[in-house]
């Protein structure tokens, strides 16, 4: 039987495909966990990760033909652990790069939102389709998503289920780069190396503080500001990255 979610390590980065095409790449508990594994076990060489989907999809959202009914506390425990696979995402040790294109749909909206650095190309569409279900969001749309276009915009998607298109996306937030149609995975691959050329440290505190600056008081912000500069500031890779830049070299950080 074939597995929902591929990897494929290509030097310092990695390739975690969603390999459902028939089905759009629609999420099912096993590909969720895969997700999971895939951000705890992959090997230390492993410097960025790269979330794609194989065909013309990102990722449709939730398989409902492989929805369970779940009482109350069932469906908790679920979104939960929807939560903690995403959490591992964002809040791991490796920057994410999302190669966005056809359908980026519900969960994989919210997939795709715990990435730190978005690609889209020219087929990208988006939609949150579970006020039309009866449902309600459960991947972390109403933080993640909401924090990138605003809570009016998310409420009248998920109201309305309105599609929003490539363009729109990108004027919105959900893609930072807009790219023709084909080209995401190659450019999110780009992308990913000059983010796997950085120092881990720097990475580690640019991934881990800005998003939890954020929810903070400005005050605590600023000082959790001066922290992260003390620990990457007094670092080797720090030394080695500007004397790079007084020697006009390109910096090679040791980690």
Same mark, same amino acid.
């Given at each position: 039987m074939s597995t929902p979610l591929e990897i494929e390590l290509r030097g310092a980065v990695a390739v975690l495909r969603f390999a459902r095409p028939k089905k759009r790449n629609a999420v099912?508990?096993?590909?969720?966990?895969?997700?999971?594994?895939?951000?705890?076990?992959?090997?230390?060489?492993v410097k960025v990760l790269v979330l794609a989907g194989a065909g013309d999809h990102f990722c449709a959202g939730l398989d409902l033909a492989e929805h369970k009914e779940r009482d109350a506390f069932g469906v908790v425990e679920h979104s939960r652990m929807w939560h903690r696979v995403l959490d591992a995402l964002q809040f791991g040790a490796r920057p994410v790069v999302a190669a966005l294109q056809g359908a980026v749909i519900g969960g994989g909206l919210e997939i795709a939102s715990t990435a730190h650095v978005r690609v889209a190309d020219r087929t990208a569409f988006y939609q949150l389709p579970e006020g039309r279900r009866g449902i309600f969001v459960g991947g972390g749309a109403s933080v993640r998503t909401a924090r990138i276009i605003g809570t009016g915009r998310t409420v009248e998607m998920m109201l309305t289920g309105r599609t929003l298109d490539a363009e729109t996306g990108q004027t919105l937030g959900l893609s930072h780069e807009l $790219?023709?149609? *084909?080209? @995401?995975?190659?450019?999110?691959?780009?992308?990913?190396? $000059?983010?796997? *050329?950085? @120092?881990?440290?720097?990475?580690?505190?640019?991934i881990q503080a800005l998003a939890r600056i954020a929810d903070m008081p400005a005050e605590g912000g600023l000082f959790t500001e001066s922290l992260a500069a003390a620990l990457t500031q007094t670092s080797d890779d720090a030394r080695r990255g500007i004397q790079a830049f007084l020697d006009k070299k390109n910096a090679k950080f040791g980690g």
């Amino acid at each position: 039987m074939s597995t929902p979610l591929e990897i494929e390590l290509r030097g310092a980065v990695a390739v975690l495909r969603f390999a459902r095409p028939k089905k759009r790449n629609a999420v099912n508990d096993a590909m969720i966990g895969g997700l999971g594994d895939a951000a705890r076990d992959l090997p230390a060489s492993v410097k960025v990760l790269v979330l794609a989907g194989a065909g013309d999809h990102f990722c449709a959202g939730l398989d409902l033909a492989e929805h369970k009914e779940r009482d109350a506390f069932g469906v908790v425990e679920h979104s939960r652990m929807w939560h903690r696979v995403l959490d591992a995402l964002q809040f791991g040790a490796r920057p994410v790069v999302a190669a966005l294109q056809g359908a980026v749909i519900g969960g994989g909206l919210e997939i795709a939102s715990t990435a730190h650095v978005r690609v889209a190309d020219r087929t990208a569409f988006y939609q949150l389709p579970e006020g039309r279900r009866g449902i309600f969001v459960g991947g972390g749309a109403s933080v993640r998503t909401a924090r990138i276009i605003g809570t009016g915009r998310t409420v009248e998607m998920m109201l309305t289920g309105r599609t929003l298109d490539a363009e729109t996306g990108q004027t919105l937030g959900l893609s930072h780069e807009l $790219v023709e149609p *084909g080209r @995401a995975l190659a450019r999110a691959l780009e992308l990913a190396e $000059v983010v796997a *050329g950085n @120092a881990p440290l720097s990475n580690y505190m640019i991934i881990q503080a800005l998003a939890r600056i954020a929810d903070m008081p400005a005050e605590g912000g600023l000082f959790t500001e001066s922290l992260a500069a003390a620990l990457t500031q007094t670092s080797d890779d720090a030394r080695r990255g500007i004397q790079a830049f007084l020697d006009k070299k390109n910096a090679k950080f040791g980690g």
